[in-house]
């Protein structure tokens, strides 16, 4: 049985001496493991289209046991990332929480959609790293079942204070007069900037700008409430946050 779809690999592992085994995120089923049969040969011709961070057109053979790489086309293969290796730690990151968060023959068509915009955004090189790595966390911590509570105080229901409170720990905010002990202190643009990641359309996520001194702290906030949800180490940001 063939299959056709588009699909971002997220994901290559080496099998044997010349197979690999690629990790797609596409929009109709998800997340997709296939096999791509003599990719490490030099004159393969489906080494562009299935290596990693290409957009690819797949038409897909599903075997007793795994898919295989029938064809495949390139649509953008997103070069540029390896002119930057901090860009380029940054995409791995995301492509790392697409694989964590994404879930197999589950349409994920909001995630491929958000992934591929931050991969346009790195590549051109113009847009702050810490506000496309924010969006690309909290927009997937909401795509994922974990969308903070924003709406209002969880307390008095109070919609905005000048100063307000996010809990990574519940999800949720307080007004300045509900303060929670360990909740994190907040200008209220900045929860305004928490709103618009989650609930806007996903091309506008990466569309707000706030001082430096927000933007530092909005990029702890949504980087402390990933964490708390995943439960885990991520090798990836490890090493992001290590050429900073």
Same mark, same amino acid.
């Given at each position: 049985?063939?299959? +056709? +779809? @588009? %699909?971002?690999?997220? @994901?290559e592992q080496t099998i044997g001496e010349s197979d690999r085994l690629v990790?797609?995120?596409?929009a109709d089923y998800g997340l997709v493991r296939a096999f791509v049969r003599g990719a490490k040969q030099i004159? *393969? @011709?489906?080494?562009?289209?299935?290596? #990693?961070?290409a957009y690819s057109d797949f038409s897909l053979y599903r075997g007793r046991d795994a898919f295989v790489v029938n064809n495949a086309s390139p649509i953008e293969v997103f070069f540029d990332l390896r002119k930057d290796i901090l860009r380029q730690a940054l995409a791995q990151y995301f492509a790392q929480l697409a694989y964590e968060l994404a879930e197999e023959e589950q349409p994920a068509s909001e995630m491929l959609s958000v992934l591929l915009n931050a991969?346009? #955004?790195?590549? %051109? %090189?113009k847009k702050d790293l810490r506000i496309i790595k924010c969006a690309v966390e909290f927009r997937l911590m909401c795509l994922s079942g974990y969308m903070p509570d924003i709406l209002a105080c969880a307390n008095c229901a109070a919609y905005e204070t000048d100063r307000m409170f996010f809990d990574t720990l519940d999800g949720c905010i307080y007004?300045? *007069?509900c303060g929670k002990s360990g909740a994190i202190p907040c200008p209220k643009n900045v929860i305004t900037a928490i709103r618009?990641?989650?609930? +806007?359309?996903?091309?506008?996520?990466?569309?707000?700008?706030?001082? /430096? /001194? *927000? +933007?530092?702290?909005?990029?702890?906030?949504?980087?402390?409430?990933l964490l708390t949800r995943v439960q885990r180490k991520l090798p990836t940001l490890e090493f992001y946050k290590a050429l900073l």
């Amino acid at each position: 049985m063939t299959t +056709t +779809t @588009r %699909g971002l690999v997220i @994901r290559e592992q080496t099998i044997g001496e010349s197979d690999r085994l690629v990790t797609l995120l596409t929009a109709d089923y998800g997340l997709v493991r296939a096999f791509v049969r003599g990719a490490k040969q030099i004159k *393969n @011709r489906l080494a562009s289209s299935t290596s #990693l961070f290409a957009y690819s057109d797949f038409s897909l053979y599903r075997g007793r046991d795994a898919f295989v790489v029938n064809n495949a086309s390139p649509i953008e293969v997103f070069f540029d990332l390896r002119k930057d290796i901090l860009r380029q730690a940054l995409a791995q990151y995301f492509a790392q929480l697409a694989y964590e968060l994404a879930e197999e023959e589950q349409p994920a068509s909001e995630m491929l959609s958000v992934l591929l915009n931050a991969l346009h #955004l790195l590549c %051109g %090189g113009k847009k702050d790293l810490r506000i496309i790595k924010c969006a690309v966390e909290f927009r997937l911590m909401c795509l994922s079942g974990y969308m903070p509570d924003i709406l209002a105080c969880a307390n008095c229901a109070a919609y905005e204070t000048d100063r307000m409170f996010f809990d990574t720990l519940d999800g949720c905010i307080y007004c300045e *007069n509900c303060g929670k002990s360990g909740a994190i202190p907040c200008p209220k643009n900045v929860i305004t900037a928490i709103r618009f990641i989650c609930l +806007t359309e996903p091309k506008k996520i990466f569309s707000f700008s706030l001082s /430096e /001194e *927000n +933007t530092d702290l909005l990029s702890a906030i949504s980087e402390k409430y990933l964490l708390t949800r995943v439960q885990r180490k991520l090798p990836t940001l490890e090493f992001y946050k290590a050429l900073l």
